[in-house]
């Protein structure tokens, strides 16, 4: 993977931030951040969108207006990530929807279903698999519970994107291997706390780290505790 540019900019949606990076064959991919977990990937002339949420987080985010995803990815059901107006705003003729059994069921049969474990072909040279993202402090056990929810690797040519979901810091990340980009959560009292997500990115050690869906965590103290660590922690706008 080549860095081409730590950051591209502002599109026309004003809060959303543009990462640019290369496959080692030179397909280029860029990253935009939208707001909470909601992101979208533009890799060649492919859009892959993740948990687009228009109102249910702010600011409301028209999906009309972007281009229409060839894939959109939901790991779970709650609501600031999964959200059919958005889906259905983002639909053409061919676009894949992939999550959850407990998803599937909510969107009316809609979307493939992939659980922990699974891996899917998207084109020649693209997969995914899913992974495990789920809860196990006592206190958060209802919030993700094993087994039901989804995180998310995506092989592109080579290119290796982890975007986790709602998890803690399980065990099963220290299996999961050559991670170039990675998303992973930090919002209390759901997800992570700042010492969590340095210690899961530890795990696996990414070249890069978004710290993302982090509501009013403190999130300038996961780039402290990964100081020194050689990732490179991206602070952007995923509050």
Request: hydrophobic share 35%.
């Amino acid at each position: 993977m080549t860095i081409v540019s730590a950051m591209c900019g502002c599109t026309a949606q004003e809060n959303e931030q543009c990462d640019v990076f290369k496959t080692e064959s030179g397909l280029t991919v860029k990253m935009y951040c939208i707001k909470h977990g909601s992101l979208r990937m533009q890799v060649g002339d492919k859009w892959i969108y993740v948990d687009p949420v228009t109102t249910a987080v702010k600011p409301e985010t028209d999906y009309s207006t972007l281009p229409k995803a060839d894939y959109i990815l939901v790991t779970h059901e709650h609501f600031d990530h999964l959200d059919s107006v958005a889906i259905n705003q983002l639909t053409k003729d061919g676009t894949r929807l992939i999550t959850n059994a407990r998803c599937h069921e909510l969107m009316n049969g809609k979307g493939e279903v992939m659980a922990n474990g699974d891996r899917r072909t998207l084109t020649e040279g693209w997969t995914v698999d899913a992974v495990p993202a789920y809860n196990y402090s006592q206190a958060k056990l209802n919030f993700h519970p094993k087994g039901r929810d989804n995180g998310f690797v995506l092989t592109i040519e080579g290119m290796r994107i982890y975007i986790a979901g709602d998890t803690e810091d399980i065990p099963e990340m220290a299996n999961i291997k050559d991670i170039d980009v990675a998303f992973l959560p930090c919002n209390l009292p759901f997800t992570m706390t700042p010492e969590q997500c340095a210690r899961a990115a530890k795990m696996f050690n990414p070249t890069v780290l978004f710290p993302y869906h982090y509501g009013e965590t403190d999130i300038q103290q996961v780039v402290k505790l990964l100081d020194g660590s050689g990732i490179d922690v991206r602070i952007r706008d995923y509050q």
